[in-house]
């Protein structure tokens, strides 16, 4: 488990003698003492104490000392402003927890309450992997979700909040369901009640998804404690309008919902209400399976070479993301996976249109990030550039696609959807927003609206003025110069610096008429050089305040622009983020219709039966490695048929190493998270009944962290999916049982195919290199064996990586060795012995005499007795999670049942 770090060590307690700026340092430490506090110190975060000394070693920056505390150095590091981002990051990823303490203002206004007055600082926010949103710390074309996971009356629940897009949902499942349901959430945090770490099991679960843990007190996840918080940070009275909660999901709602009050300092971000989702919505998919399968990681964790960078054709940051969601969760419901392919489709058909839809979207920006950086007050100029720009390419896009309208078909419901979200008669505050912004921003937007320059002429009339007075001081300043020396007939100059503002400037040597009546009663002196003298006049002074006045005038009126422009976007926050899912939703629909017309991909038929029937599928992945290379790419069918009536359900897969059958198995099960994500499928056909659960169990990889050995990591990940797999599961194993001696795992495959077929009656590929399991075809109703082709020519294997029926007739292992280049006198042996070992008598084991897999329930050990229904009652009890009244009920219900 990434657990967080030890937290850095408490700063001491505000001692009598601090410093007033050191005394701010210990104020916000005590606040977030389990965070490393960034100081804001003029261009620098300083940090001190063991904060420092922790930043230091983890970032390789120097440490330094400033002052002293209790008689010692105090150790010191710093990092400049403007790479505070890049330093972020790297201690972010090493697990740490940063408190912001910035300067909340200038310090010209803390001189104007005295000399002595320091600047004032407060915590802005905590940063956690969690609650990223800019756009330097995160992956554009990845989620970044915070996840929290609660229990309550035994019932589990799971709750995700993409901050930097402001995506909510919430799941109950049973406690066998939080991994699989983390698994794709694929979350950077995940708030967990610390009671429950002491149940062995979601320890094990949350252990195996990755991501930074995060311990919470229990009390926060209190129903009571847990709906207030909600309450507050949607700013409603009553969660009624968010359906049906239960008392795991509000619990699980409101583990978020404290972490973000904590995190983000009061500042309320622009969430989405809750969406509900279940586990009969989606395809689970263990861990396990995910890792093996590289749906959107391959198993050395790059993005490259997984099966969402092959399919991947979408444009902007939005569509990345949503078409990594819809990978990761693929859908159950056959209506809405037609939704998805019919606005493929559409696409698909309209070549020309998509070209140019795809052109327009390459300008679009992430709205839902800039958004979620305006609602939060750290957005700037750019943002509100970035909404622009992404409006106006959704109204592009709906314009173009309105042109392309079909009276008589209309348009498909994924596509009519995003239309709506986009087009400005549809929205009129947004097309009012979006014309503001238009005519309001100017064309060079600054990161921060405190650098200004970003108002258009002709917004504020005010403005111009200002501008006016402060861009043309150059013009008026020399007019006064000249007037000047006019009237004095002397080589006088006006200057400007920081410390004296604008003064008049002679030589040394002319300066005396200056001291002289009459032109002393006009020039005032204000400083003696060596060589030059300086004087003010009251015109001048009155200048000199005029354009510094016009110049902090100017930004004043720029800012508040911006805060103006900044609350209506957060206004409208529901319909902004609308058009960005329906810029998103048009991305997506128009990059899968690129690939599959790229791969040669068709449209999968999804229905409600059990059949599998791929014909002439290929990988996706592999496939478009291979083309790469110039080689073509071998098709293969497969026939699948849970309830046994067209074809077997069960195919044992034989053949040689290096013949593909890993690949085949693979293949399979992606084309079915394909299929039900949405996608066409590369194949020249596809029947598939959905598939409610996905289980791979490929390759071989031990988990050292957690004492397994390579063996013991298989039987785990066998044993969930002879525990948890249905008749509408879809099941690949490789070679179970290679890790033990032969005939343990000879007899340890065999029970498992038995199982397979007699007890979780799946669709399942089963390869292996055990050819007696070949046997099982004549003796199990609904078996067949399928085997991966190779010849021999001239000495050696040639792979014809076809699947074709029957099984294989030997595994060819020696020429796999012979052409991985184990040396010759090696081969030679091994030949050698395998040709003694196959004259010698067959294994004494007669298979065929083996009993059919017999799902008999279990005897009860003697001298114990079957559990009572008292027993099971109390069994299921959530003892940590019952009022008071609600357990001396409990009692008075199992002293009941005892009396029957």
Known sequence: MNASPPSAATAPAIPADATPVMAQFFEAKSRQPDALVFFRMGDFYELFFEDAQKAAAALGIALTARGSHGGEPIPMAGVPVHAAEAYLAKLIRAGFKVAVCEQMEDPAEARKRGSKSIVRRDVVRVVTPGTLTEDGLLDARGANRLAAVAFRAGQAAVASVELSTGEVEV???????????????????????????????????????????????????EPAAAEARLKRLYGVDTLDGFGALTGAEISALGLIAAHLETTQAGRTPALNPPRRAGEADTMAIDPATRASLEIDRTQSGGREGSLLAAIDRTLTAGGARLLAARLSRPLLDPARIEQRLEAVQWMLDRRDLRRDLRDGLKGGGDMARALSRLALGRGGPRDLGVLRDGLTSGEAAARLIGAERDALEGYPAEIAQALTALLPEQNPDLAAFLDLLRRGLGAELPAQARDGGYVAPEIRPELDQARLLRDDSRRVVAALEGRLQAETNLALRIKHNAVLGYFVEIGAAKADPLFQPPFNATFIHRQTLANQVRFTTVDLAELDARIAQAAERALAIEVETFEAWRARAVGIAPAIQAAAEGLARLDVAAGLAEWAEDAQAVRPTVNTSLDFDAEAARHPVVEAATRREGKPYTPNDCRLDGAGAGSARLAIVTGPNMAGKSTFLRQNALLAILAQAGSFVPARRLTLGVVDRLFSRVGAADDLSRGRSTFMAEMVETAAILTQATPRSFVILDEIGRGTATYDGLAIAWACAEALHDVNRCRALFATHYHELARLEGRLAFVTNLSMRAKEWNGDLVFLHEAGPGPADRSYGVQVAKLAGVPPAVVARAREVLDRLESQTASPARLE?????????????????????????????????????EAMDALYRLRGMMKN
Request: aromatic residues 4%; negative net charge; hydrophobic residues 50%.
């Open 171 to 221: 799941m109950s499942s049973g406690k066998d369901g939080v991994a699989a349901a983390l698994a794709a959430l694929q979350p950077s945090e995940i708030l967990v009640p610390d009671r429950l770490f002491a149940d062995a099991e979601l320890s094990a679960a949350l252990k195996t998804v990755g991501g930074l843990i995060q311990p919470l007190a229990q009390a926060l996840a």
């Open 849 to 885: 005499d083996l009993p059919l897999f017999a799902a008999a329930a279990p005897q009860a050990p003697q001298g114990f007795a079957e559990p009572s229904a008292v027993e099971h009652a109390l069994a299921d009890l959530d003892l940590d999670g019952m009022s008071p009244r």
